[in-house]
């Protein structure tokens, strides 16, 4: 498998997908410290009280990893979407399967590959984001809020990368695309109606198709409960304050039945690319 995950290296390489996720990446941190550093300075964080202090730093250490979460969808989607189909149809797939070697195998090299380097680049986002908030805002870093915070940060770019391998065994990049974009940014959507409407005022329509979407593609739903597990779920002085987060507030936050959902999500996934990938026409 250490071959699969070289390969998969030498293909983002060639490609200038690291290259250029690198560059952006840096970018954006840059930005984002910039804006860290003049919101401390704007705030008199200094002299702020420890409640006021944790009221500046839940919404911009949220929408930090919001935003890495949306690059690391990219990263994910822009590196898998043609992974399989790409290959087939410039005959590439030919001199891979003319060894003796069980196409299972090579579906499941290909999903390992991309995610050891999906995982290493939501990681790196991750604790560049929680870390510039602790040296700049003194956020604390307890050690098992953080633990459950980042696995299931690092859980979304592994679903997305199931859908989006399972999609490039069915349809072209293009199509591909398409499909994992709506399907990801209809997730975002869901989470946002959830957030800004409330379950209070749901109506039944609403309600069936935020559970439709969460369903479907789960990324949303364990963002959420990552940002309760690193706010709501540690013991900072922050009782109320996951009801001022406006769009990004977990509301109808999932349970950990759902989360468990997601592991079946992922494995049936799996299972059924190792199927249509053994059954497809390469020729």
């Known amino acids: 498998m ?3 995950i070289g390969l998969t290296g030498k293909e983002l390489a060639r490609k200038r997908l690291l290259l250029v996720a690198v560059l952006v990446t ?5 930005f984002y410290c910039y804006g860290l550093t003049k919101t401390a300075e704007a705030s008199d964080f200094a002299s702020a009280s420890l409640i006021e202090r944790y009221a ?18 990219f990263f994910v989607l822009f590196a898998s979407i043609g992974s399989i189909s790409a290959e087939i149809e410039s005959g590439q797939m030919l001199a891979v399967l003319s060894r003796p070697i069980p196409r299972w195998q090579v579906y499941m090299g290909k999903w390992l590959g991309f995610g050891v380097w999906n995982l290493l680049y939501s990681a790196c986002l991750f604790w560049a984001i929680i870390l510039a908030n602790h040296y700049i805002f003194d956020f604390p870093l307890h050690a098992a809020t953080l633990t459950k915070a980042f696995l ?3 859980w979304v770019p592994l679903l997305l990368g199931t ?13 591909n695309g398409i499909l994992c974009a709506l399907l990801y940014g209809m ?5 946002f109606l959830e957030a800004v409407t409330g379950t209070k005022v749901y109506n039944t329509g609403m309600e069936k198709f935020s559970l439709f979407t969460s369903l479907i593609m789960p990324s949303d739903a364990v963002f959420r409960r990552m940002v309760f597990e690193l706010f709501g779920g540690s013991s900072l002085p922050i009782v109320g304050g996951m009801d001022q987060l406006g769009p990004f507030s977990p509301s109808a936050l999932p349970n950990n039945t759902y989360l468990v959902y997601t592991v079946f999500f992922l494995l049936a996934g799996l299972t ?7 059954k497809r026409d390469i020729s």
């Open 56 to 73: 500046t730093v839940m919404p911009v250490l949220l929408i930090g990893l919001f935003f890495a979460q949306m690059l690391t969808a």
């Open 2 to 4: 250490s071959a699969y």
């Open 26 to 30: 840096v970018l954006f941190l840059a």
């Open 272 to 278: 059924w690319g190792c199927m249509r990938f053994t």
């Open 187 to 191: 997730s975002m959507f869901a989470g």
């Open 152 to 154: 299931l940060f690092e």
């Open 163 to 175: 859908v989006s391998l399972l999609g490039s065994s069915y349809l072209p990049i293009i199509g």
